[in-house]
């Protein structure tokens, strides 16, 4: 079974950056796709950013440029470096996993691809 944990998640003004983390306890298959997405109140989970085991990624329209996403391949681990941080990415961040899975491009920030997620962390941007 696939555990994710995220930490990194807090409170910073407009403007600002933090850099989110998702411990992945093992990936069974060298074939998976990885992400992060996120929710805020009363709307749709929506993804962020997604990795492939082959290397693609993937940002939503409003993050690219300020988010980066990046894997630790030796410790499974994944990571989320956002900056230039505005009040409308406050939302509750999640990781989530796919293993045993070829994601094209189209399916990299799709929630619905994704089968394993972490518990969250929260993310407050204030203006």
């Known amino acids: 079974q696939v555990l994710l944990v995220e930490s990194g998640g807090g409170s910073v003004q407009a403007g600002g950056s933090l850099r989110l983390s998702c411990a992945v306890s093992?990936?069974?298959?060298?074939?998976?796709?990885m992400g992060w997405f996120r929710q805020a109140p009363g709307k749709e989970r929506e993804g962020v950013a997604g990795i492939s085991s082959d290397g693609r990624i993937v940002f939503e329209d409003s993050v690219k440029g300020r988010f980066t996403i990046w894997q630790d391949v030796a410790k499974n681990n994944l990571y989320l470096q956002m900056v230039s941080l505005k009040p409308e990415d406050t939302a509750m961040y999640y990781c989530?996993?796919?293993?045993?899975?070829?994601?094209?491009?189209?399916?990299?920030?799709?929630?619905?691809?994704?089968?394993?997620w972490g518990q969250g962390t929260q993310v407050t941007v204030s203006s």
């Open positions: 093992r990936l069974p298959s060298r074939t998976y796709c």
């Open positions: 989530a996993a796919r293993p045993f899975f070829y994601c094209d491009s189209s399916r990299l920030i799709n929630p619905s691809t994704y089968d394993t």
